[in-house]
């Protein structure tokens, strides 16, 4: 009779032995497929964040590039057109600051260099959350004790999550950064289109009035210094770099940039 019993109770222990295991694997898998659509939900976020801030840089550079080539030429040309005597110090002046900032334009500020565009740091995280899907709680799960491999489940998706959450955190820096490069994008359009329309008018008082500005009326003379100016704000933004090497705004180029906006919005 006891063989029997101790059958009995064998049987039973192995199948709450099996039951127990089989929870433990059920809770193993919850864990991993968690860990799993952080991965995965991270990896897109981080994805997007930085095609848009290829998409910013890209836009932006070609912009740089496409007013060095048309607008600041033409202001080049009207503005070595434009004979000024040297007792006129003011606009002398003024005309000269106007070809030394268009000379100081380098196009190697108008690269478009992937070491710029993509921040490393969220490239790396993300291969690295990519290299950890399906590799250690995966393959760990078999011929060891289930509660032990519970624990180191819930240690990865743990260490997953810091990592997500430091992932998202770059990103938050980079959609920073993006927004920024977007808004001097807005900014250079307004300026540019000022400096078309000077660039224009100052065109008809050549046409009209001659190159020699003892010729021109006050109002000609201002619109002329108005269409310096204006050449000169251009000038000083395209040849601010852009970026830093880390890939974030740089300093000079945002106080720039912030500084035109105001003045813009006020005239």
């Known amino acids: 009779m006891i063989p029997v019993l101790l059958f009995g109770a064998a049987a039973l222990y ?14 193993i898998e919850e864990i991993q497929d968690e860990s799993q659509q952080m991965i995965d939900e991270t990896r897109e976020l981080i994805d997007v964040t930085n095609e848009n801030l290829k998409g910013a840089c890209s836009k932006a550079f070609e912009q740089r590039e496409n ?12 503005t070595n057109k434009i004979k000024i005597k040297e007792e006129n110090v003011v606009l002398c002046n ?19 260099s992937p070491n710029l565009i993509a921040g490393t740091a969220i490239g790396a995280v993300g291969a ?19 509660t032990i491999k519970v ?17 998202k955190t770059q990103c ?31 065109e008809k008082i050549l046409n009209e009035k001659g190159e020699n500005i003892n ?25 601010t770099q852009m970026l830093t090497k880390g890939g974030n ?19």
């Open 67 to 78: 007013i060095y080539k048309t607008t600041l030429k033409k202001a080049t040309e009207i």
């Open 172 to 202: 938050t820096k980079v959609r920073y950064t993006t927004n920024t490069i977007n808004n001097s994008i807005e900014v250079i359009y307004r300026l540019n289109q000022m400096l078309e329309y000077s660039l224009i008018n100052a």
């Open 14 to 27: 192995t199948v709450a032995s099996h039951s127990a295991i089989n929870d433990l694997k059920e809770e």
């Open 249 to 267: 705004i740089s300093t000079k180029y945002k106080q720039i940039i912030n500084e035109t906006s105001k003045k813009l919005d006020i005239e």
């Open 151 to 167: 624990d180191e489940a819930k240690e990865e998706r743990a260490r997953i999550r810091c990592e997500c959450e430091d992932a």
């Open 215 to 239: 010729n021109w009326t006050i109002d000609e003379r201002n619109s002329i210094r108005s269409m310096f100016n204006l050449t000169s704000a251009v000038s000083e933004i395209l040849s």
């Open 94 to 112: 003024e005309r000269q600051e106007v070809v030394d900032k268009i000379s100081s334009i380098k196009e190697s500020t108008f690269a478009k």
């Open 128 to 146: 690295y959350l990519g290299a950890t899907a399906g590799g250690v709680i995966v393959s760990t799960i078999v011929g060891v004790k289930m």
